[in-house]
């Protein structure tokens, strides 16, 4: 079986019998090994506990029944793991080993999934191109002198490079789909509530969720049936009915209406991106859709709203890094034998523990929240923010999803803009306003640059309408082959 072989491929191949598990996992772990001393995908291999779990797999005593039976998954590293090290690619948090699973993580295992180790991230998911974390950059397997895209970028480089058919990410304001599009994967961001929180790691609460990143639609619809529904342990987890997925999935696009907001991606896009985009759009037309011109008229406030209820949320989240309770705590200035008072204590801590990013953006949301700003900031973004879902209320009103570009250029050269953080948030243009407005959106391959990047194509749907955004996409999919592309390793 290809290392490229879908999760589709594996699950049949083991329900049926035609593979084994442990095989699977075997190769999945022997492909780790060649590669990611190259990639950097991943913080934490577990190879002792994913072969148990394969051979507990094998050992099913009905394993065709197990959705997911034997497929491998990496986890992004802000996901808990009872056992197994959970850093958020943070120093402050490099040897911490968390009590419990991540519900997402129970679910896949219960499933028949194989865990086969925690994925290098942005430092607590804090950036759009993974070189904040404290473990160095993961590589786009496409071009290894350039970024995958952040902040899930070595979940989206273990799918891209064969390492694993299926892994998790965490989306605040493109975390999945900008490292998708990047890598040339589908990255599916669920609405808000869909899918359990209980054991990710908060960076912003209010916009934080979990999906997966997949080599097809269709994957991704077999991974969200699993993921998806109500969790008494996530006060936020919606209490929603979840249709079949892949029962959507019918490869027609007659009669879908998509929106396209002209004004809003005319503008600082990347030549290559916007011929592919628009040659997207052509697929579309070509297969029975309808495009709609739409206009978000907030949309363009959306990175400087993003960045101020994000920061505060980041700020509140982030507090309870004290040095105290657990994770890292820095040695007293005065050296053994000696002991900082409290406050001196925290601050070392602090300063030693977090990145030049997180700490940025802590300071920054502090400052928002802050006696005398909160009104004239914090207060009003959140209004603005309403404005921004309002403005897709309205949309969906004539349209069944919205297509975007994904990001606005392709993979960037790792360093190129690490002195330049403004250029870096323009990065997520297109993708925050799902967040923002708690929808539900996709990025799947639409094209490649001249010297082979891979390009994505952003839909994003109604709110819990999960089925029609799948089935919009797999639509676009089948009547293209960006989506078997490979890079050579």
Excluded at 57 to 68: E, G, Y
Excluded at 306 to 315: H, M, P
Excluded at 376 to 401: G, M, N, P, S, W
Aim: proline residues 6%; glycine residues 8%; negative net charge.
């Amino acid at each position: 079986m290809s290392q490229f072989a879908t999760l589709r491929d594996i699950r049949d191949a083991v329900q049926s019998g035609a593979r084994s598990a442990v095989d699977v996992c075997t190769e999945a772990l022997a492909r780790i090994e060649a590669h990611d001393g190259t990639l950097n995908a991943f913080n934490t291999v577990t190879r002792d506990q994913a072969l148990a779990q394969a051979a507990a797999v094998d050992a099913h005593p009905n394993r065709a029944s197990l959705p997911l039976a034997g497929v491998p998954v990496a986890l992004k590293d802000n996901l808990c793991t009872l056992g197994v090290r959970t850093t958020a690619s943070s120093k402050i948090l490099e040897h911490f080993v968390p009590p419990y699973d991540a519900t997402t993580v129970a679910k896949l295992v219960a499933a028949g999934a194989v865990a086969v180790g925690k994925t290098n991230c942005d430092e607590f998911a804090m950036g759009s191109s993974n070189e904040n974390s404290a473990f160095g950059p993961a590589r786009n397997p496409w071009a290894t002198d350039r970024i995958p895209g952040g902040s899930s970028g070595g979940s989206a480089v273990a799918v891209a490079a064969g390492m694993t058919p299926l892994s998790l990410g965490s989306d605040t304001g493109g975390s999945i789909r900008q490292p998708a599009a990047l890598c040339g994967l589908v990255g599916l961001k669920p609405t808000y509530g869909r899918v359990s929180r209980y054991g990710l790691l908060a960076f912003a609460s209010s916009l934080d969720q979990i999906g997966p990143f997949t080599r097809t639609v269709e994957d991704a619809a077999l991974a969200l049936q699993v993921l998806a529904g109500h969790d008494p342990a996530d006060a936020t987890s919606a209490p929603e009915p979840v249709p079949d997925y892949a029962a959507a999935l019918t490869g027609h696009a007659k009669g879908l209406r998509i929106g396209v907001p002209r004004a809003l991606v005319s503008d600082g896009v990347d030549a290559a991106v916007s011929k592919a985009f628009n040659e997207a759009l052509d697929a579309y037309r070509e297969a029975g859709a309808t495009l709609v011109d739409i206009e978000l008229p907030y949309a363009s406030a959306a990175i400087p709203v993003y960045y101020l209820v994000a920061t505060a949320e980041a700020s509140s989240n982030l507090a309870r890094y004290d040095g105290v309770r657990y994770g890292f705590r820095a040695p007293a200035e005065g050296g053994p034998g000696t002991q900082d008072d409290l406050r001196a204590m925290y601050g070392r801590s602090r300063e030693l523990g977090f990145g030049h990013e997180v700490k940025r953006r802590i300071m920054l949301g502090t400052y928002v929240l802050s006696a005398g700003y909160y009104d004239a900031y914090y207060l009003k973004a959140q209004r603005v923010r309403t404005l921004i879902r309002r403005d897709y209320e309205h949309a969906f009103e004539q349209v069944d999803v919205v297509a975007m570009p994904t990001s606005p250029t392709p993979a960037f050269k790792i360093g190129e803009r690490t002195s330049d953080p403004l250029q870096m948030y323009l990065a997520d243009i297109f993708t925050v306003s799902a967040n923002l407005a708690g929808l539900p959106a996709i990025s799947l391959p639409c094209g490649f640059t001249a010297d082979s990047l891979p390009i994505g194509l952003q839909l994003t749907g109604r709110m819990f309408d999960e089925t029609t955004l799948l089935s919009a996409a797999h639509a676009y999919e089948r009547q293209t082959a960006w989506w078997k592309a490979q890079p050579t390793l």
